[in-house]
């Protein structure tokens, strides 16, 4: 009796170490992880450790480009946004920070950037392990929002504009007050109450909510407006809210044509030259309207536009919506391209002057100078200061041709040259000597000298040039000799020297000697030398 019990205790206590053995095996091998799990684990550490170096190194770089200013803080990223210091940059993504998660889309919705650090928000419970194994945070991430804008940026008022804010999330999501979080706000940031009709939807995983916004416009006054999405609208399965406040893009509600266009040429005065016209709409011109050939066809303005002839143009703006301004008119009439007429003709000569008279027109419209004659002698080398005369003496001319011209300008600058006169100075007349007596006589002879009008200097000399006097009266020729003449015009032109010889002046008594001739008894005769 006493064998049969010792071996039951032995059954017993080899029975209870069998089951510590086999019981140590199971804890042994539930604790110990297989081969692929170990191979996971190992990549998964060894990515974070590759894709925080490269943050870090990200780092590194900005602090070197903004010369220490860099706040990596204030660094967000995800797979659809970078933002930093409060700026969203859409066309950005964590990828464009860490260049490890550029050819790969495992980390897609695993990974960001929150407050400068790389965090894991997935719901693996290995992977949120291992991550914080290498010290990379594991968070709950937040729901997530976003706001797709209106299609029309500016709408007449009655006009519907539409938003679609979406909230997604790894979880399921709760709806917390949507109706009540979106905001209608105007520039003022006032909140516009009973313009939303919200359409709210989810997926059959109840991870998205799509949310439709209507803005009835309606009663909306003119101006710059808003959608806002409040936090706390949506929260997940696990009570986290989402805390992030969004901001739509804005739309204009607008109901007033734009202002009418200013149109500005470069010149006011006569010019024979295009004129430069600019311009100038109001910013609520979408559309820059401009016509020149009276509204039969309208051309987009994108920069001055040059008129070469007179006519009138016409502007209008037209707003995002089709209301057009009121249009703008300028009447262009300062072009003047064509050139005045004009024809010289002989007005007279002298011996020292010489006489133009001119005739001329202008048919461009901009009409003739007040001072628009200049006059040429010759051939146009130089010209006479301006005058408003339409004839012009040259005087003091030394005997000659003279080729005349005429040149005339108008208002807008257009110049005109005549034709060539080609005009001789006159002749100067004789100057002719008369005596008092040309028959023999035993008196003074009178010459007097006739000088023609245009010489102004008159002399006269008796000793044969030696000596020349200033011809004031007749001259007194006592004895018989030869009187010269001479005189000169205004410009020194020399007339025919003229002369007169006087020989009948005989004052001397002749001799006579008597000598006896013979007599008769009844005569005497005389005989005389």
């Known amino acids: 009796m006493k064998f049969r019990k010792g071996i039951s205790l032995i059954v017993l206590v080899i029975t209870m170490l069998v089951l510590i053995v086999v019981a140590m095996a199971i804890i042994t091998t539930i604790n110990q992880k297989n081969p692929i799990d ?4 190992a990549v998964f550490k060894k990515d974070l450790k590759n894709i925080e170096m490269d943050l870090s190194l990200y780092h590194t770089n900005q ?16 797979k659809d946004s970078v933002e930093y210091n409060g700026q969203v940059y859409t ?8 260049p490890s998660l550029k050819n790969t889309t495992k980390y897609d919705d695993l990974l960001e950037i929150v407050n400068g650090n790389l965090v894991y928000t997935g719901i693996n419970k290995n992977e949120k392990e291992w991550s914080e194994e290498v010290m990379i945070e594991a968070i709950h991430a937040e729901p997530k929002v976003e706001v797709t804008g209106s299609s029309e940026l500016i709408v007449r008022s009655g006009i519907d504009v539409e938003y ?3 909230f997604t999330s790894k979880y399921k999501l709760i709806d917390s007050g949507i109706n009540s979080k979106i905001e209608l706000l105007n520039s003022q940031d006032q909140k516009i109450t009973d313009a939303l009709t919200i359409t709210i939807t989810k997926n059959s995983e109840e991870t998205e909510i799509t949310t439709k916004v209507v803005v009835d416009t309606t009663s909306l006054t003119d101006g710059m407006y808003k959608i806002k999405i409040n936090k706390n609208s949506v929260r997940d399965e696990n009570n986290v809210y989402q805390e992030k406040e969004l901001i739509s893009s804005e739309f204009e509600v607008n109901n007033v044509a734009p202002v009418a266009p200013e149109i500005t040429p470069d010149t006011t005065t006569w010019t024979n030259s295009d004129v430069i016209v600019t311009i100038t709409y109001s910013v609520e011109s979408a559309q820059k309207k401009y016509s020149i ?24 703006g037209i707003n995002y919506l089709g209301t057009e301004s009121t ?14 007429t004009v024809t010289a003709v002989n007005g007279g000569v002298t011996t020292s002057s010489v006489t133009v008279n001119a005739t001329a027109s202008d048919d461009g419209g901009s009409a003739l100078k007040a001072s628009a004659y200049e006059y040429s002698k010759d051939n146009g080398t130089t010209w006479a200061a301006a005058t408003s005369a339409a004839t012009y003496s040259f005087t003091g001319l030394t005997s000659g041709t003279y080729q005349c011209r005429v040149r005339v300008t108008d208002n807008a600058g257009n110049v005109a040259i005549s034709n060539v006169v080609a005009l001789n100075t006159q002749g100067i007349g004789d100057i002719t000597l008369n005596p008092s007596i040309t028959a023999w006589t035993n008196t003074n002879v009178t010459v007097t000298i006739t000088y023609p009008a245009e010489l102004t200097t008159k002399e006269y ?25 001479r005189g000169n015009d205004v410009a020194g032109n020399q007339a025919a020297q003229s002369s007169l010889t006087i020989s009948n002046i005989d004052k001397t008594a002749p001799t006579v000697t008597a000598v006896n001739g013979g007599v008769t008894t009844s005569s005497v005769t005389v005989n005389a030398t």
């Open 63 to 78: 602090y070197a480009e903004t010369l220490g200013r860099y706040q990596e803080q204030s660094l967000q990223a995800d």
């Open 164 to 166: 679609e804010v979406k």
């Open 293 to 316: 050939d009276n509204r039969a066809t309208w051309q987009n303005y994108t920069g001055p536009i040059t008129i070469s002839e007179n006519k009138t143009i016409y502007a209008k």
């Open 461 to 485: 000399s008796t000793d044969a040039g030696s000596t020349w006097n200033n011809y004031t009266a007749a001259i007194t020729m006592t004895a018989n000799g030869t009187v010269l003449a």
């Open 91 to 98: 066309d950005k993504t964590i990828k464009d920070i860490i």
């Open 327 to 340: 249009q703008s008119t300028l009447d262009i009439t300062v072009i003047d391209k064509i050139a005045p």
């Open 38 to 41: 170990n191979a996971k684990e």
